[in-house]
């Protein structure tokens, strides 16, 4: 079993910036990949940003130049620093892991983290 432990959520103002944080624990051979989603009241689960295992990076539209993803690929950690936040940008932010528990697997492992509330008001 893998586990995701999220940290960083927080009420900030609008302008401001916050650092989400996630580490994932337990069986991993390899992480293929690594995400943000979020949701906001009564709105579906968008992605925000995902990190390959070769570094590769992919943005939604409405986070480009604000948010930056980055891994620590010893700490099986990635991050999410948000920047220039908007009242828009508020939500619950999930991590999400895709990863393989052993070397014979041809298909990955999907696990997600229990969400971290981010609130952008003055």
């Known amino acids: 079993q893998v586990q995701l432990v999220e940290s960083g959520g927080g009420l900030v103002q609008p302008g401001g910036s916050l650092r989400l944080s996630c580490a994932a624990s337990?069986?991993?051979?390899?992480?293929?990949?690594m995400g943000w989603y979020r949701q906001a009241p009564g709105k579906q689960r968008e992605l925000v940003a995902t990190?390959?295992?070769?570094?590769?990076?992919n943005y939604a539209d409405s986070v480009k130049g604000r948010f930056t993803i980055s891994r620590d690929y010893a700490k099986n950690t990635v991050f999410l620093q948000m920047n220039t936040l908007r009242s828009e940008d508020t939500a619950v932010y999930y991590c999400?892991?895709?990863?393989?528990?052993?070397?014979?697997?041809?298909?990955?492992?999907?696990?997600w983290g229990q969400g971290t509330l981010v609130t952008v008001s003055s």
């Open positions: 990190i390959s295992s070769g570094s590769n990076t």
């Open positions: 999400n892991c895709y990863y393989r528990d052993n070397p014979y697997r041809t298909v990955g492992l999907t696990v």
């Open positions: 337990g069986r991993i051979f390899s992480i293929n990949a």
